[in-house]
């Protein structure tokens, strides 16, 4: 089982980008899903997350301007990042709580970041 993060790059302030993950393996049910990032020089924080059945949680710096969603077919989830700032440079990373075919309790597992760079 893995998780396979995609969609960073580099993005003037204003703008906006995409962030996709993918769980991928041998993977019977997905428990919560979501995004952490870590700036330079700062500790990981939980940008939102995503419970199967939808309900989510933000942050308040991500609040009204990024939104979470998943696909709980294709283990799947993305982050849609609006009104980039400056402020949200960082890497971000997925994580999520599988649980394999067989196993009978969840694993959390995460990507490997995607650096998300906001500058003139």
């Known amino acids: 089982v893995q998780l396979q993060a995609s969609g960073g790059g580099l993005v003037q302030p204003g703008g906006c980008l995409r962030l996709?993950?993918?769980?991928?393996?041998?993977?019977?049910?997905?428990?919560?899903m979501g995004w952490y990032r870590q700036a330079p020089g700062k500790q990981r924080e939980l940008v939102a997350s995503?419970?199967?059945?939808?309900?989510?949680n933000y942050a308040d710096s991500a609040r009204g301007r990024f939104t979470i969603s998943r696909d709980n077919a294709e283990n799947t989830v993305w982050l849609q990042m609006n009104s980039l700032k400056p402020e949200d440079t960082a890497v971000y990373y997925c994580?999520?709580?599988?649980?394999?075919?067989?196993?009978?309790?969840?694993?959390?597992?995460w990507g490997q970041g995607t650096l998300v760079t906001v500058s003139s």
């Open positions: 996709s993950c993918a769980a991928s393996g041998s993977i019977y049910s997905a428990g919560a």
């Open positions: 995503i419970i199967s059945s939808g309900s989510t």
């Open positions: 994580y999520a709580d599988l649980r394999s075919s067989g196993i009978y309790y969840y694993t959390n597992y």
